[in-house]
């Protein structure tokens, strides 16, 4: 059973560029989550969506990131521009049902210089 | 809102000790509860959930209990290994808008 993958697993930008992160979630799974992982911050929520349909968009990030979900199976987390504050892990995660367990990828490592 | 709240880390044991990170949880619904593992260069993955209150779940040697009454779900384990070095997250999952709420993680560090 193939998990979730994302890709690239490293990303270095400059500020100012534009970046865009993929993800593939579980087959069959109807709920696809995008977080950005920081030490301070710990796990914080970018977006959420069900059936590919967005059902939440986090607030403090609605500026310069954009996620979306083309198919079933692929999701895109733009960022732009980018900023050296969003240096940090972003994790994508998929589960079939609210009370399902989550299963996560292993982050995609983004550095803004 | 939902909220989850637990021990803040690091915490820092010796081999062979025991275990315990408080969670606490608020809501008006009837959630899940989970808790997740990370290890470091991975995304978290499960532990173990517990749906039902009053319910324990448990997997590895860590074991919780869905406690309703009090709001808790404190992760335990009698005797802790060096492996065990990790974060682990409590989170809950609400009926009511299909959300996942995690707590803020505790860091854990197990000294040979």
């Known amino acids: 059973d193939a998990g979730v993958t994302q890709t690239p697993r490293h990303e270095v930008a400059e500020k100012g560029q534009t970046i865009i992160l993929k993800c593939e979630p579980v087959?069959?799974?109807?709920?696809l989550f995008w977080y950005r992982q920081t030490k301070i911050q710990g796990l914080e929520l970018l977006s959420y969506?069900?059936?590919?349909?967005?059902?939440?968009d986090g607030g403090a990030f609605k500026d310069r990131f954009k996620a979306e979900m083309l198919n079933s199976s692929f999701s895109t987390l733009k960022i732009q521009p980018t900023e050296p504050k969003d240096s940090a892990v972003y994790l994508c995660?998929?589960?079939?049902?609210?009370?399902?367990?989550?299963?996560f990828g292993h982050g995609t490592k983004l550095s803004v210089l | 809102g939902d909220s989850v709240t637990q021990t803040e880390g690091p915490v820092t044991l010796s081999e062979g000790t025991s275990l315990t990170v408080n969670c606490s949880y608020e809501?008006?619904?009837?959630?899940?509860l989970f808790w997740y593992v990370q290890y470091p260069g991975e995304g978290p993955q499960l532990l173990f959930k517990?749906?039902?209150?009053?319910e324990k779940g448990s997997n590895r040697g860590f074991e919780a209990t869905y406690n309703k009454e009090a709001t808790s779900f404190h992760l335990q384990k009698a005797s802790v290994q060096e492996s065990d070095s990790a974060v682990y997250y409590c989170?809950?999952?609400?009926?009511?808008?299909?959300?996942?709420?995690f707590g803020d993680g505790t860091q854990l560090v197990v000294k040979p």
């Open positions: 995660a998929s589960r079939g049902h609210f009370n399902e367990r989550l299963f």
């Open positions: 087959s069959g799974h109807n709920d």
């Open positions: 969506f069900r059936s590919k349909s967005l059902m939440e």
């Open positions: 809501t008006k619904q009837y959630p899940t």
């Open positions: 517990v749906p039902k209150a009053n």
């Open positions: 989170a809950l999952s609400s009926d009511s808008n299909n959300r996942i709420f």
